[in-house]
């Protein structure tokens, strides 16, 4: 059985873009209790337990809209990497959180794939870079890993684990992007060299490569560190006009979270330069309804 090709095409709610990772975050959250807990770990999961651990995850990786821990926990048993039982016997009481509960429901890994991922304790890691390169952008993988407590594998093992759906990424992006943009935030401005190299200068995608980003100067910015991560996040967006979004959901007392977040609301991008392509209204429309969270700040003064 190719585990890899398994997890690479888990069934999702799908429709015009719209994210649903909750399979994907149930079972990293799975794997990495399974790498933490060793060969000779406990493998149940009862729902009691998981359900405020996947919450909080969906809460962060996952869209703005409200979603339950319950939907994955039990549909996740389609695709044949998750089995759950309750006090009623195998198999799950359904998907509300009432009936989870109630019964005791727990969850484990098929015992197909823990034998498989005891046999080859590498498995593991592999399985999770393909969850983590099919779902989200690279600006989060090392922030989830954390999160579920994971060591993934090696970024070269996921080649042609997706069969069919793996892509090529044009290698030109980047190039292409911080040119567009003159080697410079298109948020902030920031603009560092290190003798005649950028640094801390990044191409963003902005409907993510997951969700069919091209790899195109319009579906990109050239962001700094610090702004690609709070972009990726939700924190920051870009609204019409291609003025700046900053969620009210963002918190941040000190003068610097003032000066390079808060500040930026309803600000003009910088860039691109006169001639190129400015962010798609079809990639901005998903950022903003799949990524940005929560209603905009008004403008700053």
């Known amino acids: 059985m190719d585990w890899l090709e398994r997890v690479a095409t888990l069934r999702q709610w799908s429709r015009d873009g719209v994210r649903a990772p909750h399979k994907p975050l149930l ?42 821990p319950a939907y994955p926990f039990h549909h996740l048993v389609n695709d044949g990497v998750w089995e759950v039982r309750s006090d009623r016997g195998p198999g799950s009481p359904g998907t509300g959180v009432r009936e989870l509960r109630a019964s005791r429901a727990t969850g484990r890994l098929a015992p197909e794939l823990r034998a498989a991922l005891r046999r080859e304790p590498s498995l593991l890691g592999r399985m999770a870079r393909v969850l983590l390169e099919l779902h989200f952008p690279p600006s989060l993988h090392q922030d989830l890993c954390d999160a579920v407590g994971l060591e993934p594998g090696p970024v070269e093992t996921i080649a042609g684990a997706a069969g069919q759906r793996q ?68 924190v920051l967006g870009i609204g019409t006009g291609h003025r700046i979004l900053v969620s009210q959901g963002f918190v941040g007392r000190s003068r610097a979270a003032r000066e390079h977040v808060t500040a930026l609301a309803g600000r003009p991008l910088l860039g691109p330069q006169p001639g190129v392509r400015p962010v798609a209204d079809t990639h901005r429309t998903w950022h903003t309804s799949q990524v940005f969270r929560g209603a905009p700040r008004p403008d700053a003064a």
């Open 27 to 68: 079972l990293l959250y799975a794997l990495g209790r399974f790498q933490a807990d060793g060969a000779g770990g406990a493998d149940e999961l009862p729902y009691s337990a998981v359900e405020g651990d996947l919450k909080r995850l969906l809460a962060e990786y996952g869209p703005a809209r409200g979603s339950t």
């Open 167 to 234: 892509r090529q990424r044009d290698r030109r992006m980047r190039e292409l992007v911080l040119t567009a943009y003159e080697y410079q935030c298109a948020f902030c401005g920031y603009d560092g060299m290190i003798g005649a190299a950028s640094v801390g200068l990044e191409a963003a995608h902005v409907r993510w490569w997951a969700f069919a980003g091209p790899d195109d100067v319009d579906n990109g910015l050239c962001l700094c560190s610090l702004h690609h991560k709070l972009f990726d996040k939700g």
